[in-house]
């Protein structure tokens, strides 16, 4: 049961990660060189206020180790592939963001393991990551299979045209059965968790997505685009990280709560936003990227 799931869970994210590289052309990538503010903007709210975020959160609820661990280690995984869905749904942004996701993509190689040093510095555990293996998760879970895709697009721009949005509904179920499968196996760990792990986990995602929201700009999709992006963290990146300096540790029944949580909280921000735009209220200029 346990290799369905991890094969499910693989193929459904090449294959939305493959659909995602079909909406994306090569002209995309280099948009954000006309709007460097984005991409500075993008890197603080990201990689430096929300791992000072993780610190605060610690500080002021004192959660138990385990939950601390958790919180250092999706602070210090940016850039989650499913991510790349916030910047391919948004034609208008996408020009200037799907660079800024690859770029901040493809820093993951030195802020990951940066950040992770001083954050088990900061609360006390020891943990480690080389470059190289978060580069082998990097090309394995985006790089590829965004990049063929892109191919597809590029001598196929029809064929892509028709097959980019089935092929990502099937890649989301592939991904949400697996997901569904794996909190039901784990459901004792919800109610276990504790109201100060979920106070915890609670704070540091709020806090995320104001970092991303505040930073944003004036326009109101690019201000949602960040606040997602700063929020929505690597589990693969976390994964990798628990299995090479906590190997006898149990991870999913602190990764599976800390997920659930997000997702509510997550979908709520969209709910609001969503509001927010369609009556208008703090409407801006409606320049990409800005």
């Not at 004192?62 to 919180?71: A, D, G, H, Q, S």
């Not at 999706?74 to 200037?96: E, I, Q, T």
């Not at 990280?241 to 599976?256: E, G, Q």
């Not at 949580?261 to 409407?283: D, H, M, P």
Request: proline share 7%; aromatic share 8%; charged share 15%.
């Amino acid at each position: 049961m346990g290799d369905l799931i991890k094969v499910g869970l693989t193929l459904g994210l090449l294959a939305l990660m493959f659909a995602q590289g079909l909406n994306i052309s090569r002209a995309d990538l280099g948009g954000f060189r006309r709007q460097p503010g984005t991409l500075a903007r993008a890197f603080i709210a990201v990689d430096v206020l929300v791992p000072l975020g993780a610190i605060a959160v610690v500080a002021i609820f004192r959660p138990p180790l385990p939950i601390v661990v958790c919180l250092a280690l999706m602070a210090c995984s940016p850039m989650a592939a499913f991510g790349l869905r916030h910047v391919v749904d948004s034609p208008r942004l996408r020009p200037v963001w799907s660079g800024v996701y690859l770029v901040l993509l493809m820093a993951a190689l030195v802020t990951t393991p940066v950040t992770l040093v001083l954050l088990s510095n900061a609360f006390g555990f020891r943990a480690s990551v080389s470059s190289m293996a978060i580069a082998g998760k990097v090309l394995g879970t985006v790089v590829v299979p965004v990049g063929a895709g892109m191919l597809v697009r590029h001598w196929r721009p029809r064929a892509a045209d028709r097959f980019a949005a089935p092929l990502g509904k099937i890649g989301l179920v592939l991904i949400l059965l697996p997901f569904l499968a794996i909190v039901l196996a784990n459901w004792r760990a919800l109610a276990e968790f504790g109201w100060r792990a979920y106070l915890a986990v609670a704070a540091f995602v709020l806090l995320a997505l104001t970092w991303g929201h505040l930073l944003g700009g004036k326009d109101p999709e690019a201000r949602t685009l960040l606040a997602n992006e700063s929020a929505t963290r690597n589990p693969a990146f976390a994964l990798l990280i628990a299995h090479t300096s906590f190997p006898d540790a149990r991870i999913f029944p602190v990764l599976i709560p800390y997920l659930v949580a997000f997702l509510i909280i997550k979908a709520t921000y969209g709910v609001w936003r969503r509001q927010r735009v369609s009556s208008g209220a703090g409407r801006g200029t409606p320049v990409a990227g800005a």
